[in-house]
């Protein structure tokens, strides 16, 4: 079975400030990484994912991420963050055998970040 | 192109009464899955369902929760009875065969009172 942890329910930052958000995951098979953004009342927007290849991940927004296999981590960044990035950021992983249909969600990082 | 339509946006639903939640996948996009977002929680996978199908249904509640995806129109994530416990909010999210990201609509957030 997989699971996927976000290290941090709330993470406050100042406006420029880089930010960091953590994700870890477990899975006995190789898995899709992805990690999903939610403004208020909105759906989920995906901002990056991993399928394979290099480790370093571009997204959209200035977000990149890391996939770090022996420590089983998917950390998203940002250098230097606006105000327009608040929002909550959920990380993501699917097995490479179903597919995305049973994507599993972790509980979700809220991002707030002040001027 | 449209991206995945649900409606409505708010439902408002008292105890016992029914609630359907409706989603139009994207064109071209024939598989559907359906999520549950509780207050302060992840999105809790409930079904896969392909046209006429249901791939997947491992998620699903055994009692009251039900869903289609019928050959013509849209997907119908169907709660009988509805409880408070039921208030969350639902998310579609559809693909194309075989690829791996979903796209997801903006949700319908139902309200039991």
């Known amino acids: 079975a997989q699971s996927v942890t976000q290290l941090d329910s709330q993470v406050p930052v100042f406006e420029e400030a880089p930010v960091e958000l953590r994700c870890n995951y477990s899975?006995?098979?190789?898995?899709?990484l992805f990690w999903y953004v939610q403004y208020p009342n909105q759906g989920l927007q995906l901002l990056l994912k991993?399928?394979?290849?290099?480790?370093l991940v571009k997204g959209i927004n200035g977000f990149e991420a890391e996939f770090n296999k022996s420590q089983t981590s998917f950390h998203l960044r940002k250098p230097s963050v606006h105000i327009s990035d608040t929002a909550e950021y959920f990380c993501a992983v699917s097995d490479r055998q179903t597919g995305g249909f049973k994507t599993i969600f972790g509980a979700g990082t809220r991002l707030f970040v002040k001027a | 192109n449209a991206g995945v339509m649900q409606n409505p946006r708010h439902l408002v639903r008292r105890r016992g009464q029914e609630a359907r939640l409706r989603c139009s996948p994207m064109k071209g996009h024939s598989h559907v899955y359906w999520y549950r977002q509780l207050p302060e929680e992840g999105l809790k996978f409930m079904v896969y369902l392909q046209k006429e199908n249901i791939i997947d249904e491992s998620g699903m509640p055994k009692e009251r929760f039900s869903a289609e995806f019928p050959k013509e129109g849209p997907s119908i994530l169907r709660i009988q009875q509805v409880v408070r416990g039921d208030s969350a909010a639902y998310f579609c999210?559809?693909?194309?065969?075989?690829?791996?990201?979903?796209?997801f609509g903006q949700g319908t957030r139902l309200t039991v009172v």
């Open positions: 899975s006995s098979v190789s898995v899709y």
């Open positions: 991993y399928l394979s290849g290099s480790t």
């Open positions: 999210a559809s693909s194309p065969q075989g690829l791996v990201e979903a796209f």
